[in-house]
């Protein structure tokens, strides 16, 4: 099992920038997929970003394309999100995760999470 913790949240204004950050205790595998999501009181967790440990390839989703930026430092066991245009619909708490198993959008098919770093932008 690894364990998982985000930094970086935090309070700012739209269009702002942010840059939130996972440290990972424990080996990853280059099996491995790395996961950022978001959640909102009432709504389910989704999917914002996630990069294979390997390779680096990079996946978003339509809502944060070319805003957010995901990156991994595999000597640190890190992995960043950089998180530019900030707008306010992108408050929430977000979360890191690890799927064992590779390239997954849903959070039933991760295997660890971090405990979440509130986001809030205001207009």
């Known amino acids: 099992q690894v364990q998982l913790a985000e930094s970086g949240g935090g309070l700012v204004q739209a269009g702002d920038s942010l840059r939130l950050s996972c440290a990972a205790s424990?080996?990853?595998?280059?099996?491995?997929?790395m996961g950022w999501f978001r959640q909102t009181p009432g709504k389910e967790r989704e999917f914002v970003s996630g990069?294979?440990?390997?390779?680096?390839?990079?996946y978003y989703a339509d809502s944060v394309k070319g805003r957010f930026t995901i990156s991994r430092d595999t000597a640190k066991n890190t992995v960043d999100l950089q998180m530019s245009s900030l707008k306010p619909e992108d408050t929430a708490v977000y979360y890191c995760?690890?799927?064992?198993?590779?390239?997954?959008?849903?959070?039933?098919?991760?295997?660890?999470w971090g405990q979440g770093t509130q986001v809030t932008v205001s207009s």
């Open positions: 995760s690890r799927n064992r198993n590779g390239y997954a959008t849903t959070s039933r098919e991760f295997d660890d």
């Open positions: 990069i294979r440990w390997g390779t680096g390839g990079q």
């Open positions: 424990g080996r990853i595998y280059s099996s491995h997929f």
